[in-house]
């Protein structure tokens, strides 16, 4: 049981090169999120999915895009990387919540290990 | 925006003693969580407190909640120089259970000196 696993673990990017960070989640959690961690700001959600097929917009989304194919894989891609974009990405899974178990609060997320990206 | 705040921003201390952390949130919460990250690595679950309780204990980690003043704390007791990590509080954002979605604060980095 890997949990939450993030390829790549490190990249550098010029400026203007794509990339995408794959996350993929062994726990059959329905939600996936990507955040970006930059110091001094703590943890900010760039995007979210609740289900395959679907994503939404986090705190940051720009710059970023997202798709949700297959239940258990979450993609983050850069189209055209800046240097603002420099920054270390990790992506979460955590259970869809019934509305029993929402009121008991149990939205615990289980994080991967990070991807450290560098946009020249 | 941060929705939790942590303080102090960083705390440093010898082992055996014990370190306190303090959160404070703006919005009313059901839930709150405590996180820890050791350098280099994600976020690792430590404990949730719910709204109704005032207190919760795991292991050598106690976390109170005081909505009255939207703030929590944690302590760790007996601290060692494992503990040396940054820990984070995570509430849900206004409104409930969004999807499963939290909020992080900034983190408060601990160094245990052995």
């Known amino acids: 049981n890997a949990g939450v696993t993030q390829t790549p673990k490190f990249r550098v990017l010029k400026t203007g090169q794509s990339m995408t960070l794959l996350c993929a989640q062994d726990?059959?959690?329905?939600?996936m999120y990507w955040y970006r961690q930059d110091p001094g700001m703590g943890l900010r959600l760039i995007h979210y999915?609740?289900?395959?097929?679907?994503?939404a917009k986090g705190e940051v989304p720009d710059g970023y895009n997202v798709s949700r194919l297959k239940k258990q894989n979450f993609l983050l891609g850069l189209e055209s990387a800046a240097p603002s974009q420099t920054s270390v990405y990790f992506c979460?899974?955590?259970?869809?919540?019934?509305?029993?178990?929402?009121?008991?609060?149990?939205?615990?997320?289980?994080f991967g290990a990070g991807t450290r990206l560098s946009v020249l | 925006s941060q929705q939790g705040e942590e303080d102090p921003q960083a705390l440093s201390i010898q082992e055996g003693e014990n370190a306190t952390m303090n959160c404070s949130y703006k919005?009313?919460?059901?839930?709150l969580q405590w996180y820890r990250q050791n350098s280099g690595r994600g976020l690792v679950h430590l404990i949730l407190?719910?709204?109704?309780?005032r207190e919760k204990h795991s292991g050598r980690l106690r976390v109170t909640l005081d909505t009255s003043k939207k703030s929590s704390s944690l302590l760790i007791t007996a601290s060692r120089a494992a503990d040396t990590a940054s820990y984070f509080c995570?509430?849900?954002?206004?409104?409930?259970?969004?999807?499963?979605?939290?909020?992080f604060g900034q983190g408060t980095i601990l160094t245990v000196h052995p």
């Open positions: 919005t009313s919460i059901n839930n």
């Open positions: 726990m059959n959690h329905e939600y």
């Open positions: 407190i719910r709204s109704n309780e």
């Open positions: 995570a509430t849900p954002p206004p409104g409930g259970t969004s999807y499963g979605k939290l909020t």
């Open positions: 979460a899974s955590s259970y869809q919540l019934g509305q029993a178990a929402r009121r008991l609060a149990k939205n615990i997320q289980y």
């Open positions: 999915s609740v289900g395959e097929g679907t994503t």
